[in-house]
């Protein structure tokens, strides 16, 4: 994690999204985006929603 990476954990141990990460350049300087990600799986997207859609081990591994 970075210096600008102000990531909080959201929701529990079965849900296991973090997020708005902050989505740094090659330069690890700020581009001005954040993405949510599944630090089980390591889905990421610009949404939470998203993630909770797309990630199997946020549904339950279904």
Do not use: F
Not at 20 to 31: C, G, I, Q, S, V
């Amino acid at each position: 994690m970075s210096a600008y990476d102000t990531a909080t954990q959201e929701g529990t141990d079965d849900r296991p999204i973090t997020g708005p990460h902050t989505e740094l350049n090659k330069y690890d300087r700020p581009t001005g985006a954040t993405y949510w990600r599944c630090e089980a799986c390591g889905i990421e997207a610009i949404q939470r929603d998203d993630v909770e859609a797309e990630c199997t081990c946020v549904r339950g591994g279904k």
